[in-house]
């Protein structure tokens, strides 16, 4: 459905997109998952035929979106970051010069009801908020029942309610067996949505798979997460126990060898107190940062 | 194509209704500059500035606003949003000009009438205005497409309209009549736009003057087809 190979895209010295690969299938959310800057926004705009690339090979239905824009507009929908429209016009406005552009049988007030617009249907859309003015977006980008969704941090800025309320519309889309490509910096939202993930840095895939698969193929494992004063600290060092600290929080990454109640016991005894002490395995989101922060070590050095 | 060209003109009823200073300039401000040049001159000097007046209402309503709909519409990446519809940059480029054209000739029909029925300003009308109100649109629709394409941000397309749109304005017989300006300054009006709009409406409405105003209506032409030419090859949908 969906082939990427080679890609790349310069702004003047600076590689934003640079030799990406992956393929998505029919049917699946993929997540472009980065950290500002990644190259995301560039890489989704090449796919939707809005960016010229410099060079590497898009196919999306078996097309070139840049050449063949015109055919695969027609079959896909793109909700942009940080969507912005003509200011004077309502959503209902909105969606009625959207259906009759695509000469679409959609009927504009069930789409309103479906992003839960409805009641904003007649306010001008520079009075809409931030989450209303995302969920306009979203509303456009189905009026010609696409068959690829492309949707660029769909949720950025919105409440908790409105993101569930998104994340609803892109599950029920994925069930009718359509194909989602979304970029997100939220690792929820990836890890609630996504079939497959690419982690994108510095414009390069840095781990691809399911949200599990990148979990076991990079995380290390189980560890201990104990919140405690300097003392911890201390004791840990003094029973040569390797640990990494973040704030309060002292991190025991448990190999296979390590006996868990053990270690549990010998602190205890230690007689030094804590106010937390939590035994959990390596989320996506601990990937990630360990994963871009080694990225960004090596482009450093 | 006529079905999404007319899409896009809906668009811009509803916006252009929405924007009270855009109905002002458009409509109102010439009523009150035909008052005022009614209420103070002789008829005959109004006659003699009723074609500068269409050609100033003319001008602020295609340039000024197509420059601002074109930078704002590129930055907001608005245009990138229509790139992924059917329409079509010719069918929103022929809606615009459609826009401005029906803009222009109800500002033409209240400045005419005004002036006529009000002031009994001595005017011909011949079939000749309306290649000069067609052509006057699409000159200023494409020189405000040209700027807001070339400039870097609203700002500069903003300031770079009004550095080209303001000697038009003023110094090419909208207000006055050219002779009024220095020997030196009435030889370089002659570089600006507006001064063949103006001058050629005069030929054809004031002193009847036919061949002078069809040598005129020659040079609008050639200038709007030259800046037409220029703003659609600058102009994107997409980018690069």
Redesign the interface.
């Known amino acids: 459905m969906i082939r990427v190979s080679g890609l790349r895209k310069s702004f003047g010295k600076i590689r934003a997109v640079d030799g990406i690969n992956f393929e998505v299938e029919r049917g699946t959310v993929f997540a472009l998952l980065g950290p500002n800057g990644a190259g995301k926004t560039t890489a989704i705009s090449m796919l939707?035929?809005?960016?010229?690339r410099d060079s590497g090979n898009i196919e999306i239905l078996g097309m070139d979106p840049w050449a063949e824009?015109g055919t695969v507009?027609?079959r896909?929908g793109?909700m942009?970051q940080g969507?912005?429209?003509?200011?004077?016009?309502t959503p209902l406005?909105s969606l009625v010069?959207?259906r009759?552009?695509?000469?679409s049988s959609v009927d504009p007030e069930s789409l309103l009801r479906l992003v839960i617009l409805d009641d904003s249907r007649n306010v001008?859309f520079e009075k809409l908020s931030g989450g209303q003015k995302q969920k306009l977006g979203l509303a456009l980008s189905l009026v010609n029942d696409p068959e690829i969704l492309f949707l660029d941090e769909p949720t950025t800025g919105l409440d908790p309610s409105a993101r569930r309320a998104i994340w609803s519309i892109i599950r029920m889309f994925r069930d009718r067996g359509k194909t989602i490509i979304l970029t997100t910096h939220y690792m929820e939202e990836a890890e609630q949505l996504a079939d497959n993930i690419a982690i994108i840095s510095h414009g390069r895939i840095i781990a691809e798979g399911s949200p599990e698969g990148i979990v076991s193929r990079y995380g290390s494992g189980r560890k201990v997460v104990i919140k405690a004063g300097k003392e911890m600290g201390d004791f840990l060092s003094s029973e040569r126990i390797e640990a990494s600290v973040n704030g309060k929080y002292f991190e025991i990454r448990l190999d296979p060898e390590t006996n868990l109640s053990s270690l549990i016991g010998l602190i205890e005894d230690s007689g030094i107190s804590y106010s937390q002490l939590t035994v959990r395995a390596d989320s996506l989101e601990d990937v990630f940062i360990r994963l871009v922060g080694e990225m960004s070590e090596g482009e450093l050095k | 194509m006529m079905?999404?060209t007319m899409?896009?003109f809906?668009?811009q009823v509803?916006?252009y209704m929405?924007?009270r200073s855009a109905i002002f300039v458009s409509l109102i401000f010439p009523v009150m500059m035909v008052f005022i040049f009614g209420s103070i001159m002789p008829s005959e000097y109004l006659t003699g500035v009723i074609p500068g007046l269409i050609g100033f209402s003319i001008l602020t309503d295609s340039l000024f606003a197509v420059t601002a709909v074109a930078s704002k519409y590129r930055l907001?990446?608005?245009f990138?949003?229509l790139?992924?519809?059917?329409?079509r940059r010719s069918e929103w480029l022929f809606s615009v000009f459609l826009w401005h054209v029906i803009i222009g000739a109800a500002s033409f029909a209240i400045i005419v009438g005004i002036g006529y029925f009000a002031f009994s300003a001595n005017i011909t009308l011949h079939l000749l205005i309306i290649p000069f109100i067609a052509f006057g649109a699409l000159l200023f629709v494409s020189m405000g497409l040209l700027i807001g394409t070339v400039a870097k941000s609203s700002e500069s397309a903003g300031i770079i309209g009004n550095a080209v749109g303001f000697p038009m304005m003023v110094l090419t017989g909208t207000f006055f009549p050219v002779s009024f300006l220095p020997w030196y300054l009435q030889q370089a009006v002659k570089v600006l736009p507006l001064y063949y709009f103006v001058q050629g409406m005069g030929d054809v409405m004031v002193t009847g003057d036919f061949n002078e105003g069809l040598l005129y209506l020659g040079v609008l032409i050639a200038l709007a087809a030259g800046f037409f030419l220029a703003g659609t090859y600058l102009f994107r949908w997409?980018?690069?």
């Open positions: 939707e035929g809005l960016l010229q824009h507009r027609m896909i793109v942009p969507f912005n429209f003509f200011e004077k016009l406005d010069f959207y009759d552009l695509f000469e001008p | 079905r999404r899409a896009y809906r668009v509803k916006t929405a924007e907001m990446h608005i990138n949003q790139s992924l519809t059917p329409l997409r980018e690069k």
